[in-house]
């Protein structure tokens, strides 16, 4: 066996992360916090920083720039709801434009200039707000909001108009909500609804509105951010904000692109130290919806399979529809923390429990078997032909009577469970009446979770207008599908903050020795060869084949005579991407005279093909292992990932692989490979052994620190195949493309 390298990065990956991290800051959610101003490898930051929001959405004064009180001109409805909205939050306002003395009885100002105080915020309603800036910035105004459209959302030169804009507001130290927005920010929220809030975030106004509803069922929402183009203030802004709010339980998004990833990464991570829950929909699943988007908002969608990654990687509960970000959302931010993740499913119709169980299970949920002494308790209320080991079939007629809130306090009383989930098909008064209250009553007592799916799709009901959506502890669904995905998504949620360490608290902070090696191998803007390709990867400790580059048959056989028989030969050159569709490997070669023809067979081959080479490789044959790539390539939103998969000549055939954006470290490197399809040919099929998973996990991380070291330097990596050797053996980068920019 040649020497592994396996079993030493992670313990030297960690000395350096606890070298050059910081220590705790007071008050830390989770983890080692990185500074404030923290820089990684790279340059690029390790903090996101919290925009002071509090003056936007409670400012002291506000400007209306273009105001008008002249019936049946757009900017007089928009100012009427402006002043009845600065009157709920404590605002003055000041009027602006240059040919009215009065609006609606207040005090005009002839422009920004003549302002009587400093404003913290100006809503432009004006069809460019670009001339605006640099006098708005002499005012030293605070916030500015653009409604006006025909910008990045119409095409190339709306997207340069954006730029000026953009590049204005940076050079004014002002920030910009828009443009492209819209007044949802000044909606009325109720102030009647108590507990933890929704703050909700959207990119097109209209698909937030089903969520600002929420609150006519009780569900309240403490903050609407309608980005718009997102010419300054993002998404990410918004999210970092709203995690450090005490009365936001939940942030609900709907993103149709991401202006910055880096920002997104950053805002989730502060959100998922606070262990606040953000839930989003991000269109652009496909190729139908990415260009939608983009007409809609101008913005960069990413690949869909690199976002949904990011998303996991911290913590973001990504969901498809409105219905479901609705119901998740409502969830997350009301629930408790769960005491267990065991769900029980109890209904009055053994149908019904199977059907849900059936369901519940298959989304990933744990539906544990009630103990036998749970089982003969709820049999004294319960008929002993009905099952209750979960599902718990009542059969009906408890539920009539005392018997009823029994076996629901019964069911809750069990260490095990942490969700109580009742579906209801559909109203059968009186007896849906009275397990309505029971249900209700008992969450009142409890520390448990408990939800109940009303199925009818009347919803006029007493039982679900007044007794559970009265109920403020009681989570009430309309589907089952919503209902699994919701719980999924709050039992998820708390397993991941509760360990969470930020990915960002991981990142190096300094090149490592090997990146000075690195950078002399680099040639900018050209492919290297295979074995230029290996040096690079030796550099970072990357394990490879004993090797020689040779340029003569007789320098050929002495390099074999020293690597060892059998040898792999193989033709080197700098445009070599797929040798072995054109015939430029030979494996198994066992003699010199083998070598001999192998050397001038590849050679004959390269003239004939037209292949300029700068040798031939003669290569130690390794052991048969299972073959793995592992990989960085560029996203247009998030930059250098990192991607690991089923190897070999089938890669692009197979599909199966995982992929991470850096930083992340040995845990979020191991559930990579927990999320390959192939993840048991890992463990060993058909009397197979086990391969070194641990010497896997070490080159995904080197890969990883030479995504983060190289940057923008490295356009594309592949090490394909990457032989992954049994059990304690190591892992060897059989060949190796790599492509400079």
Not at 104 to 117: M, R, W
Not at 215 to 244: C, K, M, V
Not at 652 to 681: I, K
């Amino acid at each position: 066996m040649l020497g592994s390298t396996h079993g030493t990065l992670t313990t030297d990956f960690r000395a350096r992360v606890v070298a050059c991290g910081e220590q705790p800051r007071p008050g830390a959610v989770h983890g080692t916090a990185a500074a404030e101003g923290d820089l990684d490898v790279s340059g690029r930051p390790l903090h996101a920083p919290v925009p002071d929001l509090d003056r936007f959405f409670r400012p002291e004064s506000l400007a209306v720039v273009g105001a008008s009180d002249a019936e049946g001109r757009p900017n007089t409805g928009i100012t009427r709801q402006l002043i009845a909205w600065a009157e709920r939050v404590g605002a003055r306002v000041h009027p602006v434009h240059p040919t009215r003395e009065s609006v609606f009885g207040l005090p005009c100002s002839a422009s920004v200039a003549d302002l009587p105080e400093q404003v913290d915020l100006a809503v432009l309603l004006v069809a460019d707000p670009l001339p605006l800036i640099d006098e708005l910035a002499e005012a030293k105004v605070k916030f500015a909001v653009a409604f006006a459209s025909g910008f990045a959302e119409t095409g190339e030169d709306g997207a340069a108009a954006q730029e000026r804009l953009a590049a204005a507001v940076r050079r004014s130290g002002m920030r910009l909500l828009g443009p492209n927005t819209n007044l949802n920010a000044f909606e009325r929220f109720r102030e009647d609804l108590e507990g933890p809030a929704i703050a909700l975030i959207t990119q097109s106004g209209h698909q937030g509105r089903p969520l600002f509803a929420l609150q006519e069922l009780g569900i309240r929402l403490s903050h609407w951010a309608p980005t718009g183009n997102e010419a300054d203030l993002e998404a990410a802004d918004f999210i970092a904000y709203f995690a450090e709010r005490p009365e936001v339980g939940a942030v609900a998004c709907y993103l149709e692109g991401l202006k910055d990833g880096r920002s997104f990464l950053l805002a989730a991570d502060r959100a998922a130290r606070a262990r606040v829950p953000v839930v989003a929909v991000k269109v652009g699943r496909t190729e139908t919806g990415a260009r939608t988007a983009a007409s809609h908002t101008g913005k960069l969608t990413g690949a869909d399979q690199v976002v949904d990654a990011a998303m996991r990687q911290y913590g973001v509960i990504r969901v498809d529809g409105l219905d479901e970000l609705q119901d998740t959302s409502a969830l997350l931010a009301r629930a408790r923390p769960p005491v267990a993740d065991g769900v029980v499913v109890y209904s009055i119709s053994g149908g019904t429990g199977a059907h849900f169980a059936d369901l519940a299970t298959a989304a990933g949920l744990t539906l544990p078997t009630l103990s036998a002494a749970k089982q003969a308790e709820l049999h004294e209320w319960i008929p002993p032909y009905l099952n209750v080991a979960n599902p718990v079939d009542n059969g009906g007629h408890p539920v009539g009577d005392w018997r009823g809130r029994k076996i629901i306090d019964a069911i809750l009383a069990d260490p095990a469970v942490g969700v109580l989930i009742c579906p209801i098909t559909g109203p059968f008064p009186p007896m849906s009446d009275k397990l309505a209250r029971d249900l209700v009553e008992a969450a009142e007592e409890t520390d448990k979770l408990v939800c109940v799916v009303w199925g009818s799709p009347v919803g006029t009901e007493a039982a679900y207008r007044e007794t559970l959506l009265g109920s403020s502890r009681v989570a009430t669904f309309r589907t089952f599908a919503n209902c699994i995905g919701a719980v999924r998504a709050h039992l998820a949620h708390h397993r991941f903050t509760s360990s969470y360490r930020s990915p960002f608290d991981e990142a190096p902070r300094v090149p490592s020795p090997s990146f000075r090696k690195a950078q002399a191998l680099m040639r900018p803007g050209r492919q290297l060869s295979e074995h230029a390709a290996k040096q690079l990867l030796r550099a970072y400790g990357i394990r490879v084949p004993r090797e020689q580059l040779v340029t003569s048959a007789a320098a050929a056989v002495r390099a074999a005579g020293q690597v060892g028989y059998p040898v792999v030969m193989k033709a080197s050159g700098t445009h070599l991407a797929h040798k072995t569709e054109l015939g430029l490997v030979k494996v198994g070669l066992t003699s010199a005279s083998q070598v001999r023809d192998a050397y001038r067979e590849l050679t004959d081959i390269a003239r004939y093909e037209d292949v300029e080479l700068d040798g031939v490789l003669v290569c130690q044959m390794v052991a048969r292992g299972v073959e793995m790539v592992v990989g960085v390539t560029h996203d247009a939103l998030f930059g250098p990932t990192v991607t690991v998969g089923l190897g070999g000549v089938l890669v692009e055939v197979l599909g199966d692989a995982a992929v991470r954006v850096p930083p992340f470290g040995e845990e979020q490197a191991r559930d990579m490979l927990d999320e390959l399809r192939g993840r048991a040919l890992l463990e060993g099929v058909r009397g197979g052994p086990p391969v070194d998973v641990d010497a896997l996990v070490e080159v995904v991380l080197r890969v990883q620190r030479m995504a983060l070291e190289l940057g923008g330097d490295l356009a594309e990596l592949d090490i394909n195949p990457l032989m992954v050797l049994p059990r304690g053996q190591g892992a060897v980068a059989l060949d190796a493309l790599v492509v400079c920019s």
